[in-house]
C-alpha cells in the first residue's frame, strides 16, 4: 500500500505538543495566560537567558514513550506526530546541529524522539513528526519578523524582546544554519516516517520550501509532507487548527489538526475537555468528508499524559471498537 493510501485509510491520529513550555504550564511570575500555552514565551516575552533555564530543570522522569503509543493505538489512532521542535528552537531530540535540545542542555540527557520512534516500530504505529521550519525563537534570525504581533492580536510570530531589529533579520542564516541540518537529522536518524509536519509559513521563501521538500523526499521518498511547508508544496492539505469543514473532499488528502481541550501544550489549569462522545462525533463528521482527524494530547513537565486526556481517548477506543 502507497503511503498516500494508507492516510487516505488512516482517519485518526495522535498529535503531541511538549517541549520546555510544559514547566510554565501557562503561567509565569503569578499571571495566566489566556491563550495556547506553547506560546507561553512570546506571550510573557520571556528572555532566551530565562527561559532557557528551564531546559536545566527539565527531567520529565515519568516519560514513558511505550505507554504513549500504547494510548494511541488504544484509542483507535493510526499515526502519531510529535514535536520535534517547536517554535521555542528547543529540540526534543539529541542534535549534533545545536546543542539547545533536551539530550544536550537538559538533566534527561534522553533522546525522546528516538525513544518514540523506537516504541512506534515494536508496536505498529506510524510516526510523523513535526517540525517549527519558519518560527524559531531562539534564534536572532528566526523567522515571523515581517508579520509583527498579530497572533491573537497579541503575541509576536518572532522574538522581537531579545532581538528587536526586525529590519536586520535575515531568515536564509537560521535556515541554512540550523533549520535546513536539523530537518535532515530526523529524516536519518529515526526509521521511517510516515510524515513530516511543518508549520507556520511566514518568512519561508518558494525556493526555501522547495529546498526542504526535495531533501525530505531524498532521504524519505514515501514520507508526506504537509502543506505547511508553505508556498503550495505538499503532499496533503493541513486545514487549520480545530477547523471542521462542511464541504466534502474530492481530490487530494486532508487533515485537521485539533486540541482535546482548549489548548496544545500543557497548561495546568486548562480543564475545557471535549468528551469522548463529542471527540467521536468529531471524527465521524470529518472521516464522512475524507478528512483525517489529529487529535492533539500535552504532556506535563514529568512527561505524563493528563489523566483526563487518557481517560477520553480509552473511551473513545472502547467505542469505536463496538
Known amino acids: 500500500m502507497s503511503n498516500k493510501e494508507w492516510f487516505r485509510q488512516a482517519k485518526f491520529g495522535m498529535m503531541v505538543h ?27 516575552r520571556i528572555p532566551n537567558q530565562e527561559y532557557g533555564r528551564l531546559a536545566g530543570i527539565f527531567n520529565p522522569i515519568l516519560f514513558d514513550a511505550e505507554e504513549w503509543v500504547r494510548l494511541a493505538l488504544d484509542a483507535g489512532m493510526h499515526y502519531l506526530v510529535v514535536t520535534s521542535k517547536h517554535h521555542d528552537g528547543f529540540a526534543m531530540f ?29 508496536h505498529g504505529l506510524k510516526l510523523g513528526l513535526y517540525y517549527s521550519q519558519d518560527l524559531d525563537w531562539h534564534e536572532p ?50 526509521g521511517d516516517l510516515c510524515l513530516i509536519w511543518f508549520d507556520t509559513p511566514l518568512t ?12 525530505v523526499k531524498k532521504h524519505q521518498p514515501n514520507c508526506l509532507i504537509n502543506s505547511r511547508i508553505g508556498n503550495g508544496l505538499g503532499d496533503y492539505r493541513s486545514w487549520g487548527d480545530n477547523q471542521i469543514p462542511e464541504e466534502f473532499m474530492k481530490d487530494g488528502l486532508f487533515e485537521t489538526p485539533a486540541t482535546l481541550n482548549d489548548t496544545w501544550g500543557y497548561k495546568s489549569f486548562d480543564q ?34 493528563p489523566a483526563p486526556s487518557q481517560e477520553i481517548l480509552r473511551q473513545v477506543g472502547t467505542t469505536l471498537s463496538k
Open 18 to 44: 511538549w517541549g520546555l513550555y510544559s514547566l510554565p504550564a501557562g503561567e509565569w511570575r503569578g499571571q495566566r495566560m489566556p491563550f495556547i500555552g506553547e506560546w507561553a514565551q512570546s506571550y510573557f
Open 94 to 122: 539529541r542534535s549534533a546541529v545545536d546543542p539547545y535540545n533536551i539530550y544536550d542542555a537538559s538533566p534527561f540527557r534522553r533522546d525522546v524522539i528516538g525513544e518514540l520512534a523506537e516504541a512506534c516500530q515494536k
Open 141 to 190: 534570525n528566526g523567522g515571523g519578523y515581517k508579520h509583527g504581533h498579530t497572533n491573537v492580536g497579541v503575541m509576536s510570530w518572532t522574538n522581537d524582546w531579545d532581538y528587536p531589529d526586525n529590519a536586520s533579520k535575515n531568515y536564509t542564516e537560521c535556515f541554512e544554519r540550523k533549520i535546513v541540518p536539523q530537518v535532515e537529522e530526523i529524516l536519518r536518524n529515526y
Open 204 to 215: 519561508i521563501s518558494p525556493e526555501q520550501s522547495t529546498e526542504l521538500y526535495h531533501l
Open 272 to 305: 475545557n475537555w471535549k468528551s469522548a462522545e463529542k471527540v467521536i462525533q468529531l471524527k465521524e463528521h470529518l472521516n464522512a468528508r475524507s478528512i483525517n482527524y489529529l487529535l492533539n494530547v500535552g504532556p506535563d513537565y514529568l512527561g505524563r499524559i
